[in-house]
């Protein structure tokens, strides 16, 4: 189980530090980036379903969509959602949005507890019920100062439980669905790279700043060990640890924010505080969880 702390650890480390990354990738779009990503991502993440022995998934699938029909709107739809998301984490910090994209990090398990309740009938701990209440706070605090959230924070605290919950209906929820929908986002990473109004000028970009090439390998790198260690910790630390774990990553998302020049005002602190306190409040429940002992089986 140390391993697989480890694993998560190093998975949310990485991608705070891709989401720094992105700011040396001048003069590329963050639509190109998002486009070398996915190219250099899919080939690696294939090669981990051959490693893990993971290809009857695949299979399955396929035979699956010959079958249901239905799957040839619903797994674009399930692709369109997840390329939304990966944009988003490359388009932010270069345009000043980091700070609104890491608080939809923050809101994401709120927004899938109450998916959870309001979908699945799933009945709330006293803990969970406190997180609700404190994000309650920073919630009408943000919309009594501008109304609302910005699209951003919304776009993945709304976005992931929607996309959670079509994979779940579609019984794609494996590493074989996850890869199918990054693969459908290849013709559009392609347009983006070389296609595209700023592909127009990728042998201009590359001329004129050769380390660009070996930072894009770089991003590949990056993303593609990542996304390995998320998928190793997942298969070595019980569910409830893994998913504590798992807030580690918006933590360092602000701090990447903070450092890539974005501060927060004196008016949003209002907003930040209550909802840092409520997924305080479920790290706690984590904790809790993780430490009871488990009663050993009558037999």
């Known amino acids: 189980m140390v391993r697989g702390v ?44 051959v490693l893990l022995g993971e290809t009857r998934q695949l299979q399955d699938l396929l035979h699956r969509l010959r079958r249901e029909p239905v799957l040839w709107l619903t797994l674009p739809t399930s692709s369109a959602l997840l390329g939304l998301q990966l944009w988003l984490f490359m388009w932010a910090p ?5 700070l609104e994209v890491s608080l939809g990090y923050f809101m994401l398990p709120l ?44 776009a993945v605290c709304m976005g992931y439980p929607f996309y959670f919950y079509l994979r779940r209906r579609m019984k794609t929820d494996q590493l074989a669905g996850l890869w199918s929908d990054m693969l459908l986002t290849l013709p559009l990473a392609f ?54 774990l798992g807030y580690v990553e918006p933590v360092l998302l602000v701090f990447v924010s903070l450092l890539l020049g974005e501060r927060i005002g004196a ?30 089986p009558l037999v």
């Open 6 to 49: 480890v694993y998560s650890v190093l998975a949310s480390s990485l991608f705070g530090l891709m989401y720094y990354y992105t700011s040396l990738l001048h003069p590329l779009s963050s639509e190109q980036i998002f486009g070398w990503r996915m190219l250099l991502t899919v080939p690696i993440m294939g090669l981990m379903i």
């Open 94 to 98: 270069s345009h000043g949005k980091a």
């Open 111 to 154: 927004a899938l507890i109450a998916m959870g309740k309001l979908v699945y009938g799933e009945r709330l701990s006293s803990f969970q019920k406190l997180a609700a209440a404190c994000a309650a706070i920073g919630v009408v605090h943000e919309l009594l100062r501008v109304g609302g959230f910005s699209w951003a924070s919304l």
């Open 191 to 244: 347009y983006f790279v070389f296609w595209g109004e700023s592909g127009q000028h990728l042998k201009v970009q590359f001329e004129l700043r050769p380390m660009l090439f070996v930072l894009v390998i770089g991003l590949g790198v990056i993303s593609s060990a990542a996304l390995v260690s998320y998928i190793l910790a997942s298969r070595r630390v019980p569910f409830s640890l893994f998913g504590l």
């Open 267 to 296: 008016s949003e602190w209002l907003t930040y505080i209550p909802i840092w306190l409520a997924v305080g409040v479920l790290m706690l429940e984590g904790l809790v969880s993780v430490r009871r002992p488990v009663a050993p």
